[in-house]
């Protein structure tokens, strides 16, 4: 026995992880997205395996995978710098409001009740999905981006509910980009650069906000160091990292090779079906 587990027990949740690892970082490559929107709901089930209490399962999930985004993300950010798709311009405009929000973000995961974050998830990746699955070249805000304060607000929220919910931003920026007639590819490459800046001052908030829950649960073994710091299983990430860091330039490659309109419904699709997993578990309380 191990952490409450037996062998068998852990070496299935250790194969998952590495699954789970080279699934993220071909989604960080191909949605921009660093890969948060898959891993939480997949940590949320290995947590829950492991006996993680239900009162900090959650903002556990977000901080490991907000750690496990940085590498891909900077991975991410690389290949697609390299076809020149990012816009450089947005990232100077918005690094600053984006890392105030991730700071905000990270105090509020320190006192926030656990069903604050899956509400969030469901009500961001349900509005992304429809936005995308059933999208209308009406359906904008204008021809391009906002200049002055209402830009800087959009990357303080960005920054905000990326912290929040554990993905690297991609879901917020690639939907205002869009919104605003930016092309879907270039959305997805800004995406990419933006997961950096809230990666990692992110995944430092959720070891603050989780400093105290190992005392709080001293015997539950998945908040201890060494296998957690705070909200950041470091069990977690060091399985699920280096598959991920592979497969993100194969993410990259299919993106570029997509039609605009297949890769909004993939994203589509794929965010209501992460949303639907934590409705059910809002509504079964598990």
Not at 72 to 94: C, E, N, P
Request: include cysteine.
């Amino acid at each position: 026995m191990m952490a409450g587990l037996d062998i068998a027990e852990i070496v299935e949740l250790a194969l998952l992880l590495i699954v789970v690892g080279a699934l993220s970082g071909f989604l960080a490559g191909l949605f921009g997205i660093g890969g948060g929107a898959i891993l939480v709901p997949v940590f949320y089930e290995c947590f829950r395996i492991a006996g993680v209490p239900l009162e900090v399962r959650m903002p556990l999930c977000v901080g490991t995978s907000l750690a496990v985004i940085i590498p891909t993300s900077i991975r991410s950010f690389q290949a697609h710098y390299k076809r020149g798709a990012v816009d450089m311009s947005i990232l100077r405009v918005w690094w600053l409001p984006i890392v105030t929000g991730v700071v905000a973000g990270s105090v509020i995961a320190r006192y926030a009740p656990e069903r604050l974050f899956k509400i969030v998830f469901v009500c961001v990746a349900y509005s992304a999905a429809t936005r995308l699955i059933f999208a209308r070249e009406t359906w904008k805000f204008g021809d391009d981006l906002p200049k002055g304060p209402l830009m800087r607000v959009y990357g303080f929220c960005v920054g905000i509910l990326s912290t929040l919910m554990g993905i690297g931003g991609g879901l917020f920026s690639n939907l205002l980009m869009t919104f605003y007639g930016r092309p879907i590819h270039q959305a997805v490459a800004t995406s990419s650069a933006l997961a950096v800046l809230i990666s990692i001052p992110g995944a430092l908030g959720y070891i603050y906000a989780g400093w105290p829950a190992a005392a709080t649960y001293p015997a539950v073994a998945a908040l201890q160091v060494p296998f957690a710091l705070g909200y950041v299983s470091l069990i977690g990430a060091v399985l699920v990292m280096p598959m991920s860091l592979v497969t993100a330039p194969l993410g990259v490659k299919a993106a570029h090779a997509m039609s605009k309109r297949t890769l909004e419904v993939a994203f589509g699709g794929y965010l209501f079906i992460v949303g639907s997993r934590f409705v059910m578990s809002l509504v079964g309380g598990q």
